[in-house]
């Protein structure tokens, strides 16, 4: 799966993705990251990329001319099955999201700085729009670092345990239960008897219901 990247701040995206389970997936070649620099396609001899808004109003925001040449100049090498802006008025980022993204081949990322982008970019380009949560960051870098983390550790092979993606927290609309590992006890804290016995179907059964118990605690809205 291969992610280009647009931004202003390749550095940012460098050490966040080149760790863990991103570097394995690189080194496997399941995940391939291309760090695009919009400066690079930045107008006069400043290289600008922003300007003021039309209209008024406080802060700068990247115009449409840098980014509509740097987004023709990929497209012309590449077909993307989606052109994604990292922003917080798009759709929140969820596993489901994450889980369907995993399927596809080539995913552009465009990552905001000061107000935002030219609308008519995402008027003309952009497939999806996602936000990675009721906040604002001061650019796109980390959530399209929490993205590409999201979808690459789903992609086939990437995880060393097939199946541990599966039982994460989310795949089933459930919080997960809590996991523990030795010593047996601990500072008189002990890991519950029924991990401990060996039996399957009570382990099991033991999870679900403390997923079903914390998701209705803490995330009841999961389950609405
Ligand atoms: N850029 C700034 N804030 C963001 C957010 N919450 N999600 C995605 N992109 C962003």
Not at 148 to 154: A, C
Not at 185 to 201: M, N, T
Request: glycine share 8%.
């Amino acid at each position: 799966m291969q992610f280009d990247i647009i931004t202003v701040l390749p550095e940012l995206l460098e050490s966040p993705l080149s760790h863990s389970i991103m570097q394995r997936a690189k080194d496997r070649g399941l995940l391939n990251v291309n760090l695009i620099n919009l400066r690079d396609y930045g107008i006069g001899k400043h290289k600008q990329v922003d300007d003021y808004q039309y209209g008024g109003g406080a802060g700068m925001l990247m115009t449409v001319e840098p980014l509509d040449n740097c987004i023709e100049d990929l497209k012309s090498n590449k077909v993307y099955d989606e052109i994604i802006f990292l922003t917080p008025d798009g759709i929140p980022l969820t596993q489901t999201i994450a889980n369907k993204l995993s399927l596809q081949k080539n995913i552009l990322l465009i990552c905001g700085h000061y107000k935002g982008i030219d609308q008519r970019i995402r008027d003309m380009h952009c497939t999806m729009e996602i936000s990675i949560g009721d906040y604002v960051l001061s650019g796109g870098e980390l959530a399209a670092a929490v993205l590409v983390d999201s979808i690459g550790r789903l992609i086939p092979g990437v995880l060393n345990d097939g199946t541990s993606a599966l039982t994460d927290s989310f795949q089933d609309n459930l919080l997960a239960p809590p996991i523990y590992s030795r010593p047996a006890e601990y500072k008189g804290r002990k890991v519950p008897d029924v991990l401990l016995s060996g039996h399957d179907a009570k382990i099991e059964e033991w999870r679900l219901e403390q997923a079903q118990k914390k998701t209705n605690e803490l995330r009841p809205d999961l389950n609405a």
